[in-house]
């Protein structure tokens, strides 16, 4: 199955994209670098092309996983990421938030290891009634 990963390049990204070509599908790593410009829309519509899904990935509230210590940082992002609240800029979900969530939900499905404070996140935003409704409908939970 072809999967793009928008900002496939970046520090939970490399690891989506490893995992889902670990698993014998093709996951492309959208980002600049790869020739593709989501803001730009460059190179967009051919890495699109014959996916069957796409997923989100940031790494907006980067920090600590559970194999690296809270001392050291990776990939320039803070050891200690900034939430303002519950959420990433506040007391109240964000678009933000739930882009990210769908990239936790892969990341989750493929193994891969994300920061406690992320999963700690990914938590309560499922814990959401319109999310889990959401999912539900889906048939993802």
Do not use: Q
Request: charged letters at 20%; one cysteine or more.
């Amino acid at each position: 199955m072809k999967i793009v990963v928008i900002g496939g390049t970046g520090l939970i990204g490399t690891k989506v994209v490893g995992k889902l070509k670990s698993k014998g599908h093709e996951g492309i790593a959208a980002a600049p670098n790869t020739g593709v410009n989501t803001i730009a829309g460059e190179g967009l519509a051919e890495a699109l092309t014959n996916a069957r899904a796409s997923s989100r990935s940031s790494t907006a509230a980067c920090g600590p996983t559970r194999r690296m210590p809270r001392t050291t940082s990776r990939g320039g992002c803070s050891s200690s990421p900034t939430m303002h609240g519950d959420y990433l800029f506040g007391d109240r979900p964000s678009v933000v938030d739930l882009y990210l969530f769908v990239t936790l939900l892969w990341a989750d499905k493929f193994g891969v290891d994300v920061p406690e404070r992320l999963v700690a996140l990914r938590h309560r935003l499922e814990a959401r009634p319109a999310v889990r409704a959401a999912l539900k409908a889906e048939g993802l939970r």
